[in-house]
């Protein structure tokens, strides 16, 4: 089993940010697993799979760098899985709370993401 530390999280969640705002693909690849996959919701019929399909989604959805502010804090890490909430304030007055699920290789990187998306 991989034990995910708080480190962990905080260096994964500072390379969503890095990535979130450059929209680099070497940046989104640095975060995910080959074969991972990104669910932009619970339940997700069709979450992007391999780093190749979250790639492609991510800059098909990508937001304009700057156009955010970002805040979050680690609410659960146990086992191989950790909890995030964030809150996410778009420049044109959209503000979303959301809550990701991370289940974490041994390596650092992203097998399976989540994203539970709540609209203020």
């Given amino acids: 089993m991989n034990d995910v530390t708080s480190a962990t999280l905080a260096s994964w969640v500072e390379g969503y940010r890095k990535a979130w705002l450059s929209n680099e693909p070497a940046d989104i690849r640095a975060l995910f697993t080959d074969d991972a996959t990104y669910s932009g919701v619970p339940n997700d019929e069709t979450p992007w799979r391999g780093v190749d399909g979250i ?12 156009d955010s502010e970002f805040e979050w804090h680690q609410v659960a890490v146990e086992g191989d899985t950790a909890v995030a ?15 990701w699920v991370i289940r974490f290789a041994p390596d650092g990187r992203a097998a399976e993401f989540t994203e539970w998306p709540i609209k203020r």
């Fill in 55 to 66: 790639v492609a989604g991510w800059l098909e959805h990508a937001d304009t760098p700057g």
């Fill in 85 to 99: 909430q964030a809150l996410v304030a778009y420049a044109g007055g959209i503000t979303w709370d959301d809550i």
